[in-house]
């Protein structure tokens, strides 16, 4: 008898945990939904505001912290909406952080470097682009950087965007100053289309909790795509891209 009691009370107990976890869940997707519902709200928003309106700012900073919430969902991997993981330490992630590259660093010495500044107009190249592209190592990491122009249509501005050479990084990436540059009224919440050096390619906004949240990023889909040959010469500090 005391067996088939203690059974019977732990299946009540299993019940209640299990009814526990699913109102967590169903609470958490609901603030999942809310959240999504804000940010398309916000993007609409401010695709009525005036270019150089200040609000333009103030919006921004309300949906580039949606637009990584959306990322992390669909399309940057895996998001435990049960159990999310823990934060990190102010020290791991200030660890993680590029902390000797920043987008001012691209403005001032890599312009200099490369000897274009950064995100000004350039006329669009023909389909296929130009090559090989040279770069520099930049920086006591040797940050490997290469300049090449951007686009995401046709009929919108052509830039000069210095990028970050990464083949750890599986997708493209770019700041959000360089998406305003390039015309886009609003920070795409996922991956669109764009060109970079006559390449049809995939862009998507640089994660804003990541290591290098306003660097842009040449991915390694990019560098797939057009079977580069990358040549790093430590000595010379410098680095070049082929296409093969």
């Known amino acids: 008898m ?10 009540e107990r299993y019940g209640k945990d299990m009814k526990a976890k699913d109102d967590e869940l169903k609470e958490k997707l609901k603030q999942k939904d809310d959240e999504l519902k804000l940010l398309d709200q916000l993007v609409e928003r401010r695709s009525d505001v005036p270019d150089r309106d200040p609000e333009l700012s103030r919006l921004d900073g309300m949906i580039i912290p ?10 940057a991997g ?8 823990p934060p990190s330490s102010p020290e791991a992630q200030e660890g993680s952080m590029l902390q000797d590259l920043k987008e001012l660093n691209l403005y001032q010495q890599a312009s200099g470097l490369l000897d274009v500044k950064y995100l000004s107009a350039t006329p669009a190249v023909e389909e296929g682009g130009v090559w090989p592209v040279e770069g520099v190592l930049w920086g006591p990491c040797k940050r490997p950087l290469v300049c090449l122009p951007t686009k995401l249509r046709a009929s919108m501005p052509c830039v000069n965007v210095i990028y970050l050479v990464d083949t750890g990084a599986p997708m493209c990436e770019l700041s ?3 998406f305003s540059a390039l015309g886009s009224d609003v920070v795409p919440p996922q991956a ?17 909790d990541g290591n290098h949240p306003d660097i842009p990023v040449l991915g390694a889909d990019y560098l797939t795509s057009i079977g580069a040959v990358v040549t790093v010469d430590y000595r010379q500090g410098t680095i070049s891209l082929r296409r093969s």
């Open 2 to 11: 005391k067996i088939a009691k203690d059974a019977r009370a732990n299946e």
């Open 66 to 75: 949606l637009t990584t919430i959306t990322r992390r969902m669909f399309s």
């Open 78 to 85: 895996p998001y435990n909406i049960v159990q999310d993981s």
């Open 176 to 178: 959000p100053t360089a």
């Open 192 to 208: 669109t289309r764009g060109f970079i050096n006559g390449v049809r390619c995939h862009v998507q906004l640089c994660a804003q």
